[in-house]
């Protein structure tokens, strides 16, 4: 395509951008345009080389992809394949908040696509093996609101993607779902400033053993900090297969009492013949009656033809071809009518459910992580008496974590981090630096001030505490928290996302980790436990 036809081409994309999308809007278990009528999700994965899949699969250690809204010639080469599939939704895993996708959202708005958004990357997201919930993950989460928050096109966002992906990591899905109360409480401020609904969620796996627990434990208590809707990956539906043999009428059993919108987030089991060999007759399954009562569509596994042989679409260079399984699922979506209704007729019966009860194959209890606050970490810092030194190596921080948490337990309750019981310190949220002095302050203080109880070495010194008034009564609320972070023994489910400044109300979230086994296991296993529950931050420290 030429320079003056690619030019122009945009110009007129832009320019309908004036004839936007109805909103998508969401009333009991179902969908609906502004207008009124009932809408279904027939969708395809679009993101290359980043992403989900079976396993929820992502390099945990390069933050390398491909923003897929952020290049308008390759949404010019690729969205034409997705209008003529018959699709009107897609969903990325990884954008970059900074990138202009202006021009490839007006593209897929003249298409009459929708897009649900991940709101992680393959590195900032909640990391199933140490979960956090912390500043660096609410400013990524809500610079991606911020930058597609503005097209009408957009449905929502999942605030994570099989996190938990099994009974040994459920205590993850409480940094989940505290992530999806903040991001929920950001989009109600904006709607407070005219702004318009968009909802939260969480894409779940298949796994029989925590799969009910998970629907419950994201749908039940207050529904401020509940989900908006239920993202399902399901593989199970594979070659010749059918609705009692793929375990579909269990899904639809279950969720048939389900007080939100459930979709597929992912679906379409390669396992027969790979890609191409998928007959997609679980589609024709998924917007018959069976189904269309209970789900609202779902998203196909995916548009791009990778090494994992899951694609629709062969891309080489400037051209994308069809593969034989997009002309089998082009077929099969142009004949399906799922049964609807009207959002005027339509009256949501269904109660959010119970809250699953601890046990071996759940461990995150119904109180959450505090709200992230930049402000009150950055008081908390600047308060300090004892603080490490300007150029401490940062791989030099988990020593001191375990030889401090070790010997003085009581110092470290302000970061403690604990998903079973519920218990949170009111500084889990802020940075290593910043959680390591408070830890040092804490340590220092408990000692009365000794002179030989701010160096470890070096590591740390004495420094002239700077006093802001303004950030007394933060500061007051989190000294208060982490003195019962210090006993307690059980977290309270209020949330702590509720109105006013943040960091007055954070630190009524107090929490507690059982130390005692750690540490009689030596200082390298407290170190290795204290770097775990700084999340994102860990990763940067070596022992």
Same mark, same amino acid.
């Given at each position: 395509m030429g320079f003056l036809q690619s030019a122009l081409t945009t110009s007129l994309l832009l320019a +309908?951008?004036?004839?936007?999308?109805?909103?998508?809007?969401? #009333?009991?278990?179902?969908?609906?345009? =502004?207008?009124?009528?009932?809408?279904?999700i027939k969708g395809v994965a679009y993101q290359q080389e980043a992403g989900g899949g079976p396993g929820g699969s992502t390099d945990s250690n390069s933050n390398k992809y491909v923003d897929p809204l952020a290049d308008p010639k390759v949404c010019e080469r690729d969205f034409p394949l997705l209008e003529k599939l018959g699709v009107n939704t897609i969903r990325t895993y990884a954008i970059d908040p900074k990138a202009d996708h202006s021009q490839c959202m007006a593209m897929l708005e003249k298409a009459g696509i929708y897009v649900v958004a991940d709101l992680g990357d393959p590195v900032v997201s909640i990391n199933r093996d140490s979960p956090a919930w912390n500043v660096q993950l609410y400013e990524r989460y809500t610079g991606v609101i911020d930058n597609l928050g503005k097209y009408d096109n957009v449905i929502g966002f999942f605030a994570g993607n099989e996190v938990t992906n099994n009974n040994t990591n459920t205590g993850a899905s409480a940094y989940v779902k505290a992530a999806t109360r903040d991001m929920k409480k950001y989009i109600s401020d904006k709607m407070a400033k005219g702004g318009r609904w968009m909802g939260v969620g969480y894409a779940a796996n298949d796994d029989a053993e925590i799969r009910a627990n998970m629907a419950q434990y994201f749908n039940c208590g207050e529904q401020e900090n509940a989900i908006d809707f239920w993202?399902?990956?399901?593989?199970?539906?594979?070659? #010749? +297969?059918?609705?009692?043999?793929?375990?579909? /009428?269990?899904?639809?059993?279950?969720?048939?009492?389900? %007080?939100?919108?459930?979709?597929?987030?992912?679906?379409?089991? *390669?396992?027969?013949?790979g890609a191409d060999g998928r007959l997609w007759d679980e589609t024709t399954a998924l917007y018959s009656n069976q189904m269309s009562g209970v789900f609202s569509g779902g998203i196909v596994y995916m548009f791009h033809e990778e090494e994992n042989d899951y694609g629709?679409?062969?891309? *080489?260079?400037?051209?994308?071809?069809?593969?034989?399984?997009?002309?089998?699922?082009?077929? =099969?979506?142009? /004949?399906?009518?799922?049964?609807?209704?009207?959002?005027?007729?339509?009256?949501?019966t269904n109660s959010p459910a119970a809250c699953p009860a601890i046990g071996k194959d759940w461990k995150a209890a119904d109180a959450l992580p505090p709200t992230p606050d930049s402000d009150l970490c950055d008081c908390m810092y600047n308060s300090l008496s004892c603080a490490p030194v300007d150029d401490l190596d940062v791989k030099d921080y988990g020593d001191i974590f375990g030889y401090v948490c070790k010997n003085d337990p009581s110092a470290c309750a302000g970061i403690k981090s604990d998903a079973e019981t519920g218990v949170y310190g009111p500084y889990v949220m802020c940075n290593p630096k910043q959680q390591l002095g408070h830890v040092l302050n804490a340590y220092y203080s408990n000692q009365n001030?000794?002179?030989?109880?701010? /160096?470890? *070495?070096?590591?740390?010194?004495?420094? %002239?505490? =700077?006093? /802001?008034?303004?950030?007394?009564? &933060?500061?007051? =609320?989190? *000294? +208060?928290?982490?003195?019962?972070?210090?006993?307690?023994?059980?977290?309270?489910?209020?949330? &702590?996302?509720?109105?006013?400044?943040?960091? %007055?109300?954070?630190?009524?979230?107090?929490?507690?980790?059982?130390?005692t086994p750690f540490l009689t296991m030596g200082d390298m296993v407290v170190s290795l436990y204290v770097l775990v529950a700084m999340g994102v931050g860990a990763g940067m420290v070596m022992l």
């Open positions: +309908s951008h004036a004839a936007a999308l109805e909103p998508i809007v969401m #009333k009991g278990t179902k969908f609906f345009t =502004k207008s009124g009528e009932q809408f279904f993202g399902y990956n399901i593989y199970s539906w594979c070659g #010749k +297969s059918s609705f009692t043999e793929s375990g579909y /009428d269990v899904q639809v059993k279950f969720f048939s009492n389900f %007080s939100v919108p459930v979709f597929f987030a992912e679906y379409g089991c *390669n396992t027969v013949g629709l679409v062969k891309v *080489n260079g400037n051209t994308a071809s069809p593969m034989k399984n997009y002309k089998v699922l082009q077929s =099969k979506l142009a /004949d399906v009518k799922p049964s609807s209704t009207s959002m005027a007729a339509y009256n949501p001030s000794a002179s030989d109880a701010c /160096d470890f *070495n070096g590591a740390a010194n004495v420094v %002239s505490p =700077k006093s /802001d008034s303004s950030c007394q009564a &933060s500061l007051a =609320k989190a *000294n +208060s928290a982490v003195a019962v972070a210090a006993t307690a023994t059980a977290g309270s489910a209020v949330s &702590s996302a509720t109105s006013g400044s943040k960091s %007055s109300e954070n630190a009524a979230a107090p929490a507690s980790v059982r130390m």
